[in-house]
């Protein structure tokens, strides 16, 4: 079976970074389409990037553009997300997922699902 493993959450202050991680155990990594999404207490759970087989086609919700960077290493098998200048309203528990085909938005595309990691951002 597929599973993915967040690590890298925590408690950051406003302004701060973080770098999350997601390990895969796949053995056609780079066949998948890796996205990351979120969510806060009360909120739907909604996509935070998104990017392709090979890194090229890159997607991010407004609200992190600047901020966040999505990125892959196929040959460790890992998906990464960068976040810079952090706010309190990023808090939320951020989940990595995996999908087949090109790069889409929409959870219920995702098959994959890790368990998540809780990001705190502190003002």
């Known amino acids: 079976q597929v599973q993915l493993v967040e690590s890298g959450g925590g408690l950051v202050q406003a302004g701060g970074s973080l770098r999350l991680s997601c390990a895969a155990s796949?053995?056609?990594?780079?066949?998948?389409?890796l996205g990351w999404f979120r969510q806060a207490p009360g909120k739907e759970r909604e996509i935070v990037a998104a990017i392709s087989w090979r890194g090229v086609t890159r997607y991010y919700v407004d609200s992190v553009k600047g901020r966040f960077t999505i990125s892959r290493d196929n040959a460790k098998k890992t998906v990464y997300l960068q976040m810079d200048s952090l706010k309190p309203e990023d808090t939320a528990v951020y989940y990595c997922?995996?999908?087949?085909?090109?790069?889409?938005?929409?959870?219920?595309?995702?098959?994959?699902w890790g368990q998540g990691t809780q990001v705190t951002v502190s003002s």
């Open positions: 796949v053995r056609t990594f780079s066949s998948y389409v």
């Open positions: 997922a995996a999908a087949v085909g090109v790069v889409v938005t929409t959870s219920n595309e995702y098959g994959y």
